[in-house]
């Protein structure tokens, strides 16, 4: 069985400031991991996935994570907040010999930007 | 890229009423499908996994005759809520797993229907 733990709902931060999402799984193999996006009153959107090829992802919009076996994390990150990115962001993790791929997504943290 | 194209992305109906949801898979065929259900301020909860041509597998707690789904070609799964009530208004979002032409496997998400009972 997998799970996935955001911590935390809510994260606010100023504008500029570092972002910083923490997502913790636990997976009985190596697992594939993602963080997804979901903009207000729009679907989920790919942010970055990490696959087995080099630990540090780095996807859209400047976001970035780092699976970590030893912490068995993959905490998303971004240098310098902007407004837009105010959202709600989704960590999911998929067991790489599982023909369906189906996700377990966390519970999701809402993300506030303040001016 | 793939694509999957998701209609209608808002629905409003009566209670009573059926409601039918469309998931196709755009530049490549998707041998699985699967549904979630976003409830408010919540995550989101797979309903059921379909393969094309067999009965979808539901997961724990979902009522596969109020929510129908249908998976009859590679490029396209449709959920069918039933008998819609009010406490199933929720955000339905479906995903599809294929591979496309140039061989690559794919997994990508639809943007979701809003779905609204009075």
């Given at each position: 069985?997998?799970?996935?733990?955001?911590?935390?709902?809510?994260?606010?931060?100023?504008?500029?400031?570092?972002?910083?999402?923490?997502?913790?799984?636990?997976?009985?193999?190596?697992?594939?991991?993602?963080?997804?996006?979901?903009?207000?009153?729009?679907?989920?959107?790919?942010?970055?996935?990490?696959?087995s090829a080099a630990t540090l992802v780095k996807g859209i919009n400047g976001f970035e994570a780092e699976f970590k076996k030893s912490e068995t994390s993959f905490h998303l990150t971004k240098?310098?907040?902007?407004?837009?990115?105010?959202?709600?962001?989704?960590?999911?993790?998929?067991?790489?010999?599982?023909?369906?791929?189906?996700?377990?997504?966390?519970?999701?943290?809402?993300?506030?930007?303040?001016? | 890229?793939?694509?999957?194209?998701?209609?209608?992305?808002?629905?409003?109906?009566?209670?009573?009423?059926?409601?039918?949801?469309?998931?196709?898979?755009?530049?490549?065929?998707?041998?699985?499908?699967?549904?979630?259900?976003?409830?408010?301020?919540?995550?989101?909860?797979?309903?059921?996994?379909?393969?094309?041509?067999?009965?979808?597998?539901?997961?724990?707690?979902?009522?596969?005759?109020?929510?129908?789904?249908?998976?009859?070609?590679?490029?396209?799964?449709?959920?069918?809520?039933?008998?819609?009530?009010?406490?199933?208004?929720?955000?339905?979002?479906?995903?599809?797993?294929?591979?496309?032409?140039?061989?690559?496997?794919?997994?990508?998400?639809?943007?979701?229907?809003?779905?609204?009972?009075?």
């Open positions: 069985a997998q799970s996935v733990t955001q911590l935390g709902s809510h994260v606010s931060v100023s504008e500029g400031a570092l972002v910083l999402l923490r997502c913790n799984y636990s997976s009985s193999v190596p697992p594939y991991l993602f963080w997804y996006v979901q903009y207000p009153n729009q679907g989920l959107q790919l942010l970055l996935k990490y696959t240098p310098s907040a902007h407004m837009s990115d105010a959202a709600e962001y989704f960590c999911a993790v998929s067991h790489p010999n599982n023909a369906g791929n189906m996700l377990t997504f966390g519970g999701g943290t809402r993300l506030m930007v303040k001016p | 890229g793939a694509v999957v194209s998701q209609h209608p992305s808002r629905v409003i109906c009566k209670s009573g009423t059926s409601v039918k949801i469309e998931c196709r898979s755009l530049d490549f065929q998707a041998t699985t499908m699967f549904w979630y259900r976003q409830f408010p301020k919540k995550s989101l909860m797979l309903m059921a996994t379909s393969n094309e041509g067999s009965k979808a597998t539901y997961e724990q707690g979902v009522e596969k005759d109020k929510f129908l789904i249908n998976h009859a070609s590679l490029t396209l799964s449709t959920l069918t809520v039933t008998s819609a009530h009010p406490e199933d208004s929720s955000f339905y979002i479906c995903s599809a797993r294929g591979v496309e032409s140039s061989g690559a496997n794919v997994l990508t998400f639809g943007a979701g229907s809003r779905l609204t009972v009075l």
